[in-house]
């Protein structure tokens, strides 16, 4: 089979680097790309927004099979394009991916369809939400409406930060149009998990629970990322908590999906918050997590590439998938500065060296090369990702590979996994 990937990511070199394990694959085509995933991959310099042109490579070079990484060609309908052409996509289409792109509608439709969520109101005129914020009490949650990134989300521990956010979002409009609605939302508390799946629309497979580290400092403070670390599995889903997922979020979201009129068929991720009372929802994702993705994919045994043409031929009801025992940790390192500015084009030395240590893989996000040279292109630069017995193992494994792994302004979280230790 000929498979195109779209992204560039460490979530699209993770997906690179297990296709290429797949008997079922001769080439692999990568657009945009990145110098890791050239490794395994011909990089294509089409953008990944770029519908048309990825439609006329994938019908011209008669891919098989395109697996789409990030949220916005999703929601732009390239899996839409796709189908209409009778080309095989794997992800979900537009009307289907407004599960992640709005906010709004993701909260209406759990409501309704009495799926756990924090408690929440909706506003699209300022002074309502103003007046309404001065009755709730602090911590409380505010949420722009559309994609923003992984930014458009604030925990506000006081009604002057609420109001200050308020402000940003629907005056100053940081987010644009994204802005136009606002979540005001209760403040759960508890421990956060990420539990994807595989659907068909019809037969949900959940995969292994893996844990996200979205905050930019240790002990999870600080501004929120895209995912500063993972690991996987969690500890704290049990084969009791992830029955209860499958049955009271998974299985109600993609048939809600369905009785809507939307159809799901591709990876749903539920951010779950652990609290007393249970788990709820934070939010819904149409495609895979980064970087909880680099971490669930090096301890999946199955071949992915049959679950994504399960997906997409409606069988995956004769489909299982199988995980290694072992544990997985993945850092990432990210540039001095992010998620605010950061500086690019500084070079990487390590990379060779790096691949002696056994059960790591070293996935390239924000990465380039430079005159042969691989340079920093982005906010999270790589995820060093170790499989280990335990987690305690990985981790050991994940934070001595970094060692030999360094960039001018090269930051990273130094807690990943330290919680499940
Ligand atoms: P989201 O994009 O909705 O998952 O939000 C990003 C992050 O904000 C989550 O991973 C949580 O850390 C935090 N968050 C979102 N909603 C809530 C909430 N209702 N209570 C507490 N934290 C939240
Ligand atoms: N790691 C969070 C996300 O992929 O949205």
């Known amino acids: 089979m000929k498979i195109l990937i779209i992204g560039s990511g460490g979530r699209e070199h993770a997906i690179a680097w297990k296709i290429a394990q797949s008997p079922r694959v001769k080439k692999i085509f990568c657009a945009p790309g990145n110098p890791g995933i050239a490794e395994v991959a011909e990089c294509v310099d089409i953008d990944a927004d770029n519908i048309e042109d990825l439609f006329y490579f994938a ?48 909260k209406n439709i759990m409501r309704k369809h009495g799926i756990p969520t924090a408690d929440f109101r909706v506003f699209e005129d300022i002074k309502k939400a103003e007046k309404y914020l001065e009755k709730c009490s602090v911590p409380i949650v505010l949420k722009a409406d559309g994609l923003a990134k992984g930014k458009g989300v604030f925990v506000c521990k006081t009604l002057e930060e609420a109001q200050e956010h308020l402000q940003e979002i629907m005056v100053e409009k940081i987010f644009g149009s994204a802005g136009d609605k606002v979540v005001i939302e209760e403040c759960l508390q508890g421990e956060e998990v990420s539990i994807l799946a595989i659907t068909d629309g019809q037969t949900i497979i959940p995969f292994s629970s893996a844990r996200d580290h979205k905050a930019i400092y240790d002990g999870n403070k600080g501004p929120n990322t895209g995912g500063m670390g993972a690991y996987s599995p969690s500890p704290l889903i049990t084969n009791d908590l992830q029955l209860y997922i499958e049955e009271n979020v998974l299985v109600p979201i993609v048939h809600a999906m369905k009785r809507e009129n939307r ?118 630069v790589l995820g060093v990702t170790a499989l280990g017995k335990d987690v305690s193992e990985a981790r050991t494994i994940a934070y001595s590979a970094i060692n030999s792994l360094t960039f001018e302004g090269m930051y990273y979280r130094k807690d990943i996994g330290i919680n499940a230790s």
């Open 59 to 106: 019908s011209k070079q008669k891919i098989d099979l395109t697996v789409v990484g990030p949220e916005d060609p999703l929601l732009a309908g390239i899996v839409d394009k796709f189908k209409d052409g009778k080309l095989n996509i794997f992800g979900p289409s537009k009307r289907a991916s407004i599960i992640e792109g709005s906010k709004v509608f993701a």
């Open 263 to 380: 159809p799901y068929n591709g990876i749903i991720y539920a951010g779950l918050m652990i609290t007393n009372a249970g788990p709820k929802v934070l939010e819904f994702n149409a495609r895979f997590g980064d970087p909880e993705t680099q971490a669930l994919l090096v301890r999946m045994k199955s071949d992915l590439v049959s679950l994504f043409m399960a997906a997409i031929n409606n069988s995956l009801d004769k489909a299982e998938i199988e995980w290694y025992d072992s544990h997985s940790v993945c850092v990432v390192l990210a540039s001095k500065g992010y998620p605010g500015r950061y500086k690019k084009g500084l070079p990487i030395s390590g990379l060779q060296s790096v691949k002696a240590f056994k059960n790591v893989q070293v996935f390239h996000a924000g990465t380039a090369k430079d005159n042969g040279n691989i340079v920093t292109s982005g906010g999270r």
